[in-house]
Every structure is written in C-alpha cells, then in structure tokens.
C-alpha cells in the first residue's frame, strides 16, 4: 500500500497540449496524486474550445453511448471502452457539479447554460489549478523522445523529464487555436504509423458557378445524395453556397463520409418532399393556371429566386417557351432536373478550415482501454490527435474528454504492473 502510494505522488506526467483532452487528461491525472506539467505553446488555455459552437461551446451529447456511437465517423469501436468509462453524461454531471450549468437543445446538443464557451474553458482551468496542474504556457514542444525510462521533452528554452507523456496536441485544423499538427511529428517519431490526415465537418467544393445572389444564401430542406465508388448516402437538411463551395449542415456530414475519395458524384434534390407524382401535378396545376407565361414564370414558382439563374445556367430549358407549349417530355425532364441536379464535385475545403481533422494516430497501436502506446509504454495519445471523428452535435469534445479520462485512469494500472 506505501509503496502504491509513493509511486502515484511522485509519478511525473507531462502532457502536451492544453486543449479540452490535455485540459481534462491533466485535471484527472492529478486529482489521481500524479505530478502533472502541463506545456501549451499559446499564452492561454482552450484557444479552439473558445470558438466551438460559434462561442457557445456543444461541449457534449446527450445521448446513450451506444447511440453516440452511430455518430462517430471513424473507429466507432475504438472509442466504446473510454465512452464507457467516461460517458456524455458524466460530462454533464462534471461541469453541472462544478459550478458551470448546462443546458439540452435541439438534438441532445449540450450547451452552458451561460451561451458562453468560457464558462466551459473556466471550469476546466480552475479545476485543473485546484488539483494542483501546473500549467506552462508559451512552451512549444520542439521535440520528445524516451531516454531509458524517461521521457524528454524539449521546448524552445527548457528541458522536461517525465515518466510518462500524453500527447493532446489535437488536429491540423484552425491552425490559428495552436493545432498546427506538430503532435503529429511527434508520434512518427516514436515509429507510430499516422492515417492519412483528411478535412472533415467542412464545406464541398463544386465546379459550377456560383452566382452573386446566391452567395450566403440557405436553401433549406434539400436532400443530396453522395455516390462513391463504395457507398452512397443521401443526407437532409440545410444548404449555402460560398464562392466555389457549398456548405452547411448537409455538406459538414457529407464532407465526413466522402474525405477519402477522389471521385464523388452529387446530386441535389430540390423538392425532396414531394416525389415524381406530387410535383408533376403541381407543375400542370402551374401550367393550367398560367398558359400564356413562360418557363421562367414557373421556375419561378419551383426554386426560390436567388436559385433560379443558378439552375437556368446549368440545365437546357428554353425559359422563353410559354408553358401552353411545354410538353410532356420537357415537363418530364424539369422534375429529373429538380430531383436530381447534378453538382461537379472538385474536392474538399482546405484542412486548415475544416472543423475537424479526419485521419491521425492509428488506433491499431493504441490500448483501446487506456490510450496507451502499444509501441512505447507510458506515452499516450488523446483528442483529436488520434484517428476517430464524429459529426457535428458534440461528439468530438465527448470524445476529446472520454480518452483524456481514460488514459488519466491509467495511472493506476500502471503501478499495478
Ligand atoms: C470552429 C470550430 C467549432 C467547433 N465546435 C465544436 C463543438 O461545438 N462541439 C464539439 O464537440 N466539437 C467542436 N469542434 C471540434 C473540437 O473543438 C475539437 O475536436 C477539440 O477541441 C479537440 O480537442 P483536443 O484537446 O484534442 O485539441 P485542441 O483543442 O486542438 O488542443 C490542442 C492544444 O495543443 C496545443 N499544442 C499544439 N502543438 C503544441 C506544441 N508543439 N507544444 C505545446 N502545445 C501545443 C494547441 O495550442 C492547443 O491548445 C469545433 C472545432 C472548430 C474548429
């Protein structure tokens, strides 16, 4: 028992990363009698926490974690020990015991009650300085390496020694928040294997001209559907269109699917509401109602106006035609168009400007149970660093929390060695 005792008071951790994994990772790790450093190379914690949920910080999810899961875009399976160890709902209970009210919306999104992502940034701050983190700030990890036993970790100015490493350097993305992907680097070099590192949560971009009119616009409740060569998914909800690029909640899920194919084909249903019976009556109802106008006239009364140019330029109607003279065919052809506008996909948006980075640690060389090295012993990967990814909704802070949990709770299974 003294000897457990003597090892957990002076078991020295660094963790790299202040982030909401490094935060978290290091709050536990202490409260578990380790000594923790904690190196961030900005002035301050949270820098991308304070921009999650425009502001508002979707810290969690409220939902079961065998329905989280179906939310996880990437090694779903590989997260099912640390969400049970630590699950969305001992997120709540965490935060809500600790001074910092939360708040359920729209899709079981957890937001603080304050609106305010400082809230969450404090909590985890105060709580992290009360079990006695100590935190550096403006030191950048340069390099790391174990030397016998020993971690060394180096910043641009001191020298670190620990007996075990995490590393919560998170992702490429929004390198401005300090996640410039150097965790990456570090990782190759104690020989782990990196997945190729995709954008995820961001816009498409498409080849067809976007019209001035339609720059900032929201289509609402249209459908696409995304092929690849090995899948096709159709997904629902809200569209904007950007120079170049559509976005949206439509676009940040698909985005998530298709990151990892070249050729994807993506057709957008206007009216998916309403199948091939529904709007072709509507459309003779237009055309009875109204003989002696034109095409334009009943686009018109199809598309909202900021689509409409949009549409004309990349389908083949004679929009002069007056609708006494639109036959059949053409009528055919307007609800194929509709329901199955084609877009020309040209790729994703940048890393830097996705949400998330897709790709990272490979799972395989990690302890599912402790984000553990399986390479290395006593180095540890958390966050956004490692290959898994969700959608949007609170995924990816649950799961940055979830694996900082769980690889803080390792310290006492290592002693049990
Ligand atoms: C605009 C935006 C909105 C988002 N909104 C949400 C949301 O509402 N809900 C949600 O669940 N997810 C959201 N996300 C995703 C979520 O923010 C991330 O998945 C999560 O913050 C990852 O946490 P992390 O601790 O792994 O990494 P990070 O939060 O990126 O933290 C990594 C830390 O490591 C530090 N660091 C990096 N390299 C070094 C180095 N060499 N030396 C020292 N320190 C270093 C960085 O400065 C940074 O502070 C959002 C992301 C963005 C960009």
Not at 172 to 194: E, Q, V
Not at 301 to 309: A, D, G, I, Q, S
Not at 396 to 417: E, M
């Amino acid at each position: 028992m003294f000897k457990r005792q003597y090892i957990i008071n002076n078991m020295k951790v660094i963790c790299i990363g202040a982030g909401a994994a490094g935060l978290f990772y290091s709050l536990n790790a202490s409260k578990r009698g380790a000594e923790v450093i904690l190196l961030e190379s900005n002035f301050k914690a949270g820098k991308k926490l304070a921009i999650t949920g425009k502001g508002r910080c979707n810290i969690t999810n409220n939902k079961p974690v065998n329905e989280f899961i179906n939310h996880v875009v990437r090694n779903p399976k590989f997260l099912y020990s640390s969400l049970n160890q630590f699950t969305p709902q001992d997120t709540m209970e965490f935060f809500e015991s600790h001074g910092c009210p939360l708040k359920v919306e729209r899709g079981d999104r957890v937001f603080p009650q304050s609106d305010k992502a400082q809230s969450i940034i404090n909590t985890l701050v105060n709580e992290a300085k009360k079990a006695g983190v100590i935190f550096k700030y403006n030191e950048k990890v340069i390099s790391c390496y174990k030397d016998q036993n020993e971690f060394v970790v180096k910043t641009k100015d001191n020298v670190y020694k620990s007996d075990l490493l995490v590393i919560a350097t998170g992702g490429k993305s929004y390198p401005l928040t300090g996640s410039l992907g150097d965790g990456y680097k570090f990782a190759k070099n104690f020989g782990h294997k990196i997945i190729d590192l995709k954008p995820a949560l961001c816009p498409i971009k498409i080849k067809e001209r976007i019209h001035k009119e339609m720059i900032g616009f929201t289509l609402k409740n249209v459908e696409i559907l995304a092929k690849t060569q090995y899948f096709s998914r159709k997904v629902f909800g809200d569209l904007e269109f950007l120079p170049g690029e559509i976005t949206g909640p439509i676009t940040l899920t698909l985005s998530s699917l298709i990151n990892r194919f070249d050729e994807v084909e993506l057709v957008l249903d206007f009216k998916p509401a309403l199948d091939n019976e529904k709007l072709s009556n509507r459309i003779l109802r237009e055309i009875e109602k109204t003989p002696n106008e034109d095409v334009k006239h009943l686009l018109s009364t199809l598309l909202p106006k900021e689509m409409r140019e949009f549409f004309i330029e990349n389908t083949n109607f004679d929009v002069d035609k007056k609708l006494n003279s639109f036959s059949k065919k053409e009528r055919l052809e307007l609800i194929d168009s509709l329901k199955h506008f084609h877009l020309t996909f040209d790729g994703l948006e940048d890393i830097e400007k996705a949400v998330v980075t897709s790709g990272g640690v490979d799972v395989n060389e990690l302890n599912q149970k402790t984000l553990e090295s399986k390479l290395v012993p006593g180095l540890y990967f958390i966050g956004e660093i490692i290959d898994v990814d969700a959608f949007t909704g609170g995924y990816s802070l649950q799961i940055a929390l979830s694996t900082a949990y769980a690889a803080a709770c390792n310290i006492k299974l290592i002693y049990d060695k």
